[in-house]
């Protein structure tokens, strides 16, 4: 299997395994996924077998012609391990070869130690920094330099000789097939811990691992391609990965198409409270979407100041209007009104262009507190909560759509530490208020409160422009209104939102995208995913 770059994320799961689930995983869930398998029969010498040839044959269908010798420079753990087969089986098969061991010999033990025996070749060992000049002269003739040094387990910055290695590799300027994982890259997070390999192509066996397919990891693998070392489906049953990557075959089975009996009393009425003074876009692209997305009814209520802006640019969709706050925003009033709005809504999206004063600081958290239809709380709904428990306290199902500085005001921490752990700030945030997380950005997130999370693989940095974030939150309200579980939702949304700004950019470019483009290209886009129109797999 092949992961294209620049995508992050892979077009199918590996063979063998549910093809309805791409599973990526952790270094800890590959370690019980490898420690199942071996006391279950197959032992820890085979599986290195295994990930060594299939090594081998992704490095020579990548340079099918090595007339300069392959490097492989390996550690002294179960990674080098892995080089010593690779490089056995290039030997065998006549590509001239050299071996450099960082440490001696004889620190290296278990199966890794096995691998050394076997390939009773030339090792040349590298102990001293002062040797790493020599070791450079040698990168720097290579045909293909092999990354055996460091794999999944490392957990702490590089540094020493190690880092000095890894520093003589990015100075060599020579192709580079990364054995498993990027020495010096967090199978976790996808953040170099400290200096990091950059590798042209990455090997890595039986499933890629998380920091692989998320940013900014997936660049530093390059050409991601995942080897099947036998692994079976009673170890992932068994283990339980718990993160999978969205494709268009598993997205598109989530939304049921319609009965020809269909009506838009059957579709989903949508509330959408949104919009102040300035910020009346915000509230017509979420509304937009939300009847773009097969809402049968969409309401749009905003501060009674703004009722001739919107009804002026709304046709499809309803108004209502809500109290005067200060300044052109919403309020709560006696809670009369928004108590009429909530009633008998499918879904709730509160939040886009809201603004921040105290008066819609408390109509976001009355409508937290008191909506008991699925809620979409997005932008100012989120800043309004940040800070109590009013998301912790809340009893009916949530979707919460943060981009990174509102999930760090959400956890009371900063920007930089969301960034450095997405997949881990999403996950606690979701246990912690018990809602579903939506952590927008490059890789969008989607967490649940018990743990599973999914990655989605669509979207283009042509995105990173105002109005996105409101379209993106009426399209889950509307799938919400239709009946889809809070995740199947965000996930179903977060899809199809990215693949229709692809469609746009494919067409047109990734700069001068609009929300508005985006906006447009739903209805297609979903159509694609159903299968009701020709399209794009995005993915599948």
């Known amino acids: 299997m092949t992961w294209p770059t620049p995508s992050p994320m892979p077009p199918v799961p590996p063979s063998g395994h549910d093809s309805s689930r791409v599973i990526v995983v952790t270094a800890a869930e590959m370690r019980a996924l490898d420690r199942w398998t071996i006391e279950h029969g197959t032992p820890g010498p085979t599986l290195m077998e295994r990930a060594g040839a299939g090594a081998t044959a992704i490095l020579r269908a990548w340079k099918p012609r090595l007339r300069a010798p392959v490097v492989v420079v390996c550690g002294k753990g179960n990674n080098g391990g892995d080089g010593f087969v690779v490089a056995r089986h290039l030997r065998r098969a006549r590509v001239p070869v050299e071996v450099f061991l960082v440490g001696r010999t004889d620190a290296v033990g278990g199966d890794a130690a096995t691998m050394l025996q076997r390939w009773r070749g030339k090792v040349q060992t590298i102990e001293t920094a002062a040797q790493v000049d020599g070791l450079a002269r040698r990168f720097s003739r290579a045909g293909v330099i092999v990354d055996a040094l460091l794999g999944t387990g490392l957990n702490a910055p590089v540094t020493g000789l190690m880092a000095t290695i890894i520093a003589a590799i990015a100075a060599a300027g020579r192709p580079v097939l990364a054995i498993d994982l990027p020495s010096g890259l967090s199978a976790d997070t996808g953040r170099p811990l400290g200096i990091a390999v950059r ?39 068994a283990v339980r990965p718990r993160t999978t990557v969205l494709d268009a075959t598993y997205v598109g089975a989530l939304l049921p198409r319609r009965a020809p009996e269909a009506h ?33 009814l969409t309401t749009l209520a905003g501060p009674a100041a703004l009722q001739s802006v919107l009804e002026g ?63 979409v709380l997005d932008a100012d709904g989120l800043n309004a909560v940040a800070g109590t428990s009013a998301l912790a306290d809340r009893s009916g199902p949530t979707v919460i759509t943060p981009h990174p500085g509102e999930m760090a005001r959400l956890l009371s921490t900063d920007t930089a530490t969301v960034q450095a752990d997405r997949l881990g700030v999403a996950r606690r945030l979701a246990s912690r208020d018990g809602v ?19 990655l989605c ?36 949304a977060v899809f199809a939102h990215g693949a229709a700004a692809d469609a746009v950019a494919a067409r047109r470019g990734q700069v001068g995208l609009l929300a508005g483009d985006v906006l447009d290209a739903l209805p297609p886009t979903i159509g694609c995913l159903q299968g009701l129109l020709p399209g794009d797999d995005h993915g599948a």
Do not use: Y
Request: aromatic share 2%; charged share 15%; net charge negative.
């Open 264 to 296: 838009k009393g059957t579709a989903g009425h949508v509330l959408v409270i949104a919009g102040s003074r300035g910020k009346s876009g915000a509230a017509l692209l979420s509304a937009g979407a939300a009847a773009r997305s097969g809402a049968g």
């Open 199 to 237: 590798a042209d192509v990455t090997a890595t066996f039986a499933f890629a691992k998380v920091g692989q397919v998320v940013p900014p990891g997936s660049t530093w693998c390059g050409r991601l391609e995942v080897v099947d070392i036998g692994i079976p489906p009673a170890a992932v049953e």
């Open 313 to 375: 640019h709304v046709r499809e969709a309803m108004t209502e209007a809500l109290p005067d706050g200060s300044d052109g925003t919403a309020a709560l009033g006696d809670g009369a009104v928004v108590a009429r709005l909530l009633a008998g809504r499918g879904a709730v999206v509160c939040g886009p262009g809201l603004g921040l004063n105290d008066a819609t600081r408390a109509l976001v958290r009355h409508v937290v507190a008191h909506a008991t239809a699925p809620l």
């Open 457 to 492: 693989p669509t979207g283009n940095p042509g995105m990173a422009s105002g109005g996105m974030g409101d379209v993106l939150s009426g399209v889950v309200g509307a799938l919400l209104a239709q009946g889809l579980t809070p995740f199947d939702a965000a996930c179903f």
């Open 436 to 454: 579903v997380v939506v952590l927008k950005g490059a890789g969008t997130i989607v967490a649940t409160p018990d743990g599973d999370a999914a």
